[in-house]
């Protein structure tokens, strides 16, 4: 099975730092590589690439952390903090040795599927799927073809991100409360605003099933903060 080098993608490499995500807050400074070379990359690696409409058939799994798949973001944390795939794990590639350790310690069966990208074009991904295949890890998916999963689903910050986005102007649902969205749903929020729902970490099902409901509702720019409310005060 061949390998991808990425000596020969010179192109590829002088982009792995140029991503922004989603609404969270901005996109791409530069221009990412060109979706046929990503796609032909992880073909040479013997990866299959898959599509946001496959990832999102996986999230009941993924939120009942069933042990069978998993999420992998291989973005700097200031890009995963804004917003990531919820459950992700953010494990950076150019760290990747660095944070393999505490990533081993979750013991990921190394035959679950991981899936590893966002739903861009991402030399990056493609790292991480290198160095984990290293590692043993055998059902690794490039999460690399569009549409971007944040352009079709809800996601989840960190309390820096939700802090962040509060500052930006976000609305805030906290589900202590307003468990069931009355006042949310009553104070008649512009549809184009981004929204933080808040709920404690050891609510996270609850957590996402309400922000499913905000984003159903219409607000595309919905995202799910697990966490002490005060954090993103």
Known sequence: MKHVTFSLLPVVLALTLAH?????QSEPTIAL?????????AAD??????DAAHVLSKMPELLARSGKVFVIDAR???????????????MYDAK?????PDFEKLNVAKDAEIFVGIGRPCPMSLNDIKQLKAKGYTNLKAFVKGPVFFEKHYFEVTAKGAKKSVGNGAAVINLAEDPDLVKFTAAKV??????????????AAINYAAAAKV???????TAVFNGDFADMQ
Request: aromatic share 10%; no cysteine.
């Open 76 to 90: 700097p944390s200031r890009n995963y903090d804004d917003g990531h795939i919820p459950t992700a794990y953010n």
């Open 190 to 203: 512009a549809k184009d605003k981004p929204v933080i729902v808040a709920g404690d970490k050891a609510n």
């Open 215 to 221: 984003r159903g509702a219409g607000y595309g720019k």
């Open 45 to 50: 690696m013997g990866v299959e690439a898959v």
């Open 96 to 100: 990747f040795e660095r944070l393999y």
């Open 33 to 41: 590589p060109p979706a046929e070379v990503i796609l032909k990359a």
């Open 20 to 24: 922004g995500v989603a609404y969270a």
